[in-house]
């Protein structure tokens, strides 16, 4: 399918929309969020990464920016001192709200960064018990039809 020229003003806001969108995320919106403040599809602007290089290393940079903003605001929310209710003693919803955002930020840092921030798995076999993987092959001869 041809596409048409995009007039110098479309140009313009496709530009503008394509900072606002690597702005936001640079800022803690996912890329969902920061699309949507921007005003354009988050479809779109994944197609316009896919035909633009340097678009795509911009936004490269921009989700690993994000990415270590989470990481940090998981540190914060952990050093946040979670205070007391009026009667003195610990504000205990509070603390589980503070473990429920550590929590989901630590679960989806390990999602978007698996090798930075996902858990280590080593499958591995000790001296006495290593690990074996046998594999066999079986030719069986077609039954005549």
């Known amino acids: 399918m041809a596409r048409r020229a995009k007039t110098p003003e479309q ?18 919106k996912s890329a969902f969020k920061a699309c949507q403040a921007a005003g354009v599809a988050q479809s779109t602007f994944g197609f316009w990464v896919d035909e633009d290089p340097q678009l795509a290393v911009e936004y490269a940079r921009a989700r690993e920016d994000l990415i270590e903003r989470m990481a940090q605001e998981i540190l914060e929310l952990s050093d946040a001192d979670v205070g007391v209710q009026p009667d003195g003693k610990k504000d205990w ?10 929590d989901s930020r630590k679960w ?14 080593t499958h591995a076999g000790d001296e006495e018990n290593p690990v074996k993987a046998d594999i066999s092959i079986r030719f069986v001869k077609a039954a005549d039809a």
């Open 11 to 28: 140009e313009e806001e496709k530009q503008r929309k394509i900072h606002a969108v690597l702005q936001g995320m640079r800022e803690g």
């Open 93 to 102: 919803a509070a603390v589980q709200k503070h473990r429920l955002q550590v």
């Open 108 to 121: 989806l840092l390990s999602k978007l960064a698996p090798k930075k921030y996902g858990d280590k798995i």
